[in-house]
Structures are given as structure tokens and as C-alpha cells.
């Protein structure tokens, strides 16, 4: 098990380091100056150099790439700009600030977001995709089929928009989405995000639905189940032991990559809420040539999908004794 988790976060490591590079790399292939974009729209020549100096962009590509890499872990020092700790993700040209300093004040946020969301949408879409492989060809078999079509067809926006204008402005049902901290205010915390919480799990509950039901049709059809059943076990114990416990790799799949996702920022969600989180700070430095911020967004993004994807591959081995074996 240590074996394999280690080469899972050997080769997680160096697609991060892969993924960097491109990055960065991308970074220069912008064609605005990022010197001129930190200095100003008017900007003598001598104060454009200082920038660049500053900024350790006199020097060669590598060598920057090389100082980049190394502010992630051990901070870096910029000249008339002051220290950046580790892990320096670089300034960012319109706040004047590290950007990492910027991605924490905005973390909370997008983790909220996706965290409540993904617990909504993960246990009903299970729930959905049991119930209706258990009820193969009746009614609620074709309403969950239904429902799932309608909600992978809907978008994000459209949704987000109907519910705000229905829910919110005219019933009073719901607040008005916003972000309050968790350990200040719970109540409204969660009355806050509650709107966006529903319309990120209408859209994803319906391909948990889909899966979950395709797979445990096909795993009550397998002979180890038919063996359990004639052995006399109820069933309930039949599907949660053995039809259920093989459903649950491929749904763990496009879970871990989904929560990456929305980790590295729920970009449409948090503009049609107006919530001020990663999504929406990659939106405003695409407006504002903000390039270090965008770049660590980016990085931040990567690196979210690449964790989830170790976490996933370490649940793999705990749901199937297989995977350790091998």
C-alpha cells in the first residue's frame, strides 16, 4: 500500500512539475510586456527597467524559471518589493501583493462552495442511481432517467439565474447568495451558499445518476451476487456489500476529478452568484492582465485535479484489494 501511494505522489509531483513550466512558460508567450503591466500604462523608460529588475526579469528565462520554482518552496526575495514566503507564487500587478496571499483570502470560498455541493450532489445522485437499477423498467426507473436527462442538459448559468430571480427576489425562499466565514456566522454560512449549493447539485447529481445505475445493473447481473442471493442473504446486504461496493470505483473516478475541478474554481457558479472565490479571481486577472495571479490560478487548479487524483488511486485501494495486490 506505502509502495503504491508512493509512486501515485512520485508521478503527481512530477506533473505539477510539468505543468509549472508550461505555465510559466505561457506566461512569456503573452505578448503584453509584464514589466510594463506592473509599472503602468505611462511608464518612463528608467522605471520600466527598474520594474524588470525588481521583478528579476533582466535575467535569463531559465535562471527566472529556476527562481520561480524555488519561491514555491522557499520563498523569495524581491528588490523594492520585499520578501515573499514560501510558498511565493509571485506579485500580482494590480494589488501590489503576493498572489498567494490572495488565492488563501479567497479559498474559503471556492471550498464552501464545492465541498457542500459535492456532498449534495454525490449522495443523491447515488441514491438516484440505486434506486432506480433496483427498480429496472418501472416508473421510478423512468422518472430518475428523465430527471437525469433534463439536468445534464441544463447549464450552470441559466439555472443559477431562473432560481435567483424566483427563489430569491420574488418568493423569498432563499437569501441572497453570500459568502459569510463558517466559524463566525454558521447560520448564515450555510443559508448563503444553500441556492448555490442546489443548482451545482441539479447539474451534477444527474451524471452520478446515470453511472451509479448503469454499473449496479450490471454488477446484479454478476454470478458473485446471484451466489449471494441463493445463499440466502437478504437484500439489502446483497446490494450494500457486493452490487454497491463495485459501483463505487467508477463513481469514485469522476468524483475526484469533479472535486478538483470545482476546487481549482467554480468560474461560471461563483459569477452567476456573485461569490468572490478562485473562480472568479481568474476572471478578474483574464480583465485586468493580472498574469501572475491568472498563472497561479492555473498552478493552483492543476494541482487540485493532480491531489484529488493520489486521493482517488489511494481509495481505489481500499475499496478493491486488487489494486494493493498489484
Known sequence: MLRFLTRRAVGAAVILLIISAVTF????????????????????????EQA?????????????????????FVGREYEGLGYCAAPCLGYSFVNRAPVFETIIDRLPVTVSLTIGAAIVFLLFGVAMGVIAALRQGK????????????????QIYFV??????????????????KYYPITEE????????????????MIFTANYTRMTRSTMVENLAEDYVRTARAKGMSGASVTMRFALRGTLTPIITIFGVDLGTLIGGAIITETTFGLQG??????????????????????????????MS???????AVIDPRVRLS
Open 139 to 154: 416508473p421510478l426507473d423512468k422518472i430518475a432517467s428523465v430527471a437525469s436527462l433534463i439536468g445534464a442538459s441544463a
Open 160 to 177: 443559477g439565474t431562473l432560481m435567483m430571480y424566483f427563489f430569491v427576489y420574488q418568493a423569498r425562499v432563499f437569501s441572497q447568495p
Open 278 to 307: 478562485i473562480g472568479r479571481l481568474s476572471i478578474n486577472a483574464v480583465f485586468d492582465s493580472d498574469l501572475p495571479t491568472l498563472m497561479a490560478v492555473v498552478l493552483v487548479a492543476a494541482g487540485a485535479i493532480v491531489i
Open 52 to 72: 524588470r529588475h525588481n521583478l528579476g526579469m533582466d535575467q535569463p528565462l531559465m535562471v527566472q524559471f529556476v527562481q520561480w520554482v524555488a519561491g514555491i
Open 186 to 201: 454558521p447560520l448564515k454560512w450555510f443559508s448563503g451558499l444553500l441556492l448555490p449549493w442546489l443548482v451545482l447539485a
Open 310 to 316: 493520489v486521493v482517488v488511486d489511494a481509495l481505489y
Open 25 to 48: 512558460f505561457l506566461f512569456y508567450a503573452i505578448p503584453a510586456d509584464p514589466a510594463r503591466l506592473f509599472c503602468g500604462k505611462v511608464c518612463p523608460p528608467a522605471l520600466l
